[in-house]
């Protein structure tokens, strides 16, 4: 992690819809190769945040940078340096293993060349040369979140954005998951991750703890725990988690 170079920075961000406020004066930054928690209940107004960091949504209001582009005046020039991967799609289940890292390649703007090459190194590198055939919907879930975490960041992106990436994969399914991760952030690529497992909240360099769309507590996860006077960041996000009043 190179805490001098920050390749997120949210000031003052505010989103609205009617009098409804899911985002209320964010502040915060994080640092190239950082993995940064973003941690909340459901309704708290992380999913909202997310959209607007990916250049998915306008905020209302506030200054944001996410990979040296404002979310406001180069969206697309956003899109092209960050890379992301959802619990709910991310891989096409009727495509190949190769045709699914293809498209993405192409996607990010891979040439041909690098395309071929990066395919390689990485069924390689997840021991997956066997199934390069093989179509999505057949694998177990376990393979499926590994190759879509790579296929994410295939293009070097500077910033990963996970959102709850290992829901339903078995424990030891999710330490290979994370070993990925760590991988990618020793290779100065930021992790920006949510996840419902706090076990995972203490693999983050820091994380932040939204309530009611602000940030109630951020910091690593050690300092946290002192803090809340707690055995384990389970027990820190439940001490916030019982303020919240918007939860779905």
Same mark, same amino acid.
């Given at each position: 992690m190179n805490s001098d170079v920050k390749?997120?920075?949210v000031k003052n961000l505010y989103k609205k819809f009617g009098d409804f406020t899911a985002n209320n004066n964010l502040s915060f930054e994080v640092s190239k190769g950082e993995i940064f928690g973003f941690l909340g209940a459901n309704g708290a107004g992380k999913t909202t945040a997310i959209k607007i960091l990916c250049g998915l949504s306008y905020p209302t209001s506030g200054e944001i940078s996410v990979a040296g582009f404002d979310v406001y005046k180069h969206r697309e020039q956003l899109k092209r340096n960050i &890379?992301? !991967?959802?619990?709910?799609f991310s891989l096409y289940e009727d495509l190949t293993v190769f045709e699914n890292i293809r498209f993405y390649g192409g996607i990010?703007? +891979?040439?041909? *060349? *690098?395309?071929s090459s990066k395919s390689n190194e990485l069924l390689e590198k997840l021991d997956l040369k066997h199934a390069r055939n093989k179509r999505i919907s057949s694998l177990p879930l376990g393979w499926k979140q590994k190759l879509a975490f790579s296929v994410a960041v295939i293009h070097n992106p500077e910033i990963v954005f996970l959102d709850e990436p290992t829901g339903g994969v078995d424990p030891v399914t999710r330490r290979q998951f994370w070993d990925l991760i760590y991988d990618a952030?020793? @290779?100065?690529i930021t992790i920006f991750v949510t996840t419902h497992y706090m076990d995972e @909240?203490?693999?983050?360099?820091r994380v932040?703890? !939204? /309530?009611? &769309?602000?940030? *109630?507590?951020l910091d690593t996860p050690n300092k946290l725990k $002192?803090?809340?006077d707690a055995?384990? !960041?389970? $027990? /820190?996000? +439940?001490?916030l988690a019982r303020k919240a009043t918007n939860i779905e």
């Open positions: 390749v997120i920075q &890379g992301y !991967m959802s619990q709910k990010y703007g +891979l040439s041909k *060349e *690098e395309i952030s020793r @290779a100065g @909240a203490e693999y983050c360099d932040s703890i !939204m /309530v009611d &769309g602000r940030i *109630e507590a $002192e803090r809340f055995a384990d !960041m389970d $027990e /820190v996000f +439940l001490s």
